[in-house]
């Protein structure tokens, strides 16, 4: 059985293909962090308490892309949509598809824009958590 990896997704974010820095595309799937704490049992002994916390079950997407001037443009309709933006990402792999996607995404980040030959944008984004398509 073949156990190819992820590394060249397909990115679209509101339905248009973004071409990525290769490497770039980071995700969590917003299932919120979890807290051990020991409570104590008597005479020397503790368990462990899990729990999950509420407050960052959302999703994140980072990526880099380059500095043009079509993406400068994408850069500044992404942070006016606020929260409306849809983000997928999809790659085929093995002869299987992988997708997923990522809704009411707002940009978190205020990308800093170099003006240089190999400048690349920052781009950060939060939302609901992953829905696997």
């Known amino acids: 059985m073949a156990n190819d990896g992820i590394s060249v997704p397909a990115i679209q974010v509101n339905n248009d293909t973004v071409g990525l820095v290769p490497n770039s595309y980071k995700r ?15 005479g020397g002994s503790a368990s462990a308490v899990h729990t999950r916390n509420a407050e960052t079950m959302f999703s994140k997407v980072m990526f880099q892309i380059f500095v043009t001037t079509d993406n400068i443009q994408l850069v500044a309709d992404w942070k006016a949509a606020g929260s409306g933006n849809t983000i997928s990402a999809s790659q085929r792999v093995s002869g299987k ?3 997923e996607a990522f809704k009411n995404m707002s940009m978190t980040n205020d990308p800093e824009i170099p003006m240089t030959a190999d400048g690349v944008i920052d781009i950060e984004m939060a939302g609901d958590q992953l829905s696997p398509q």
Not at 35 to 40: G, H, L
């Open 28 to 42: 969590t799937g917003g299932y919120g962090e979890t807290t051990v704490r020991a409570a104590s049992l008597g």
């Open 97 to 99: 598809d992988f997708a």
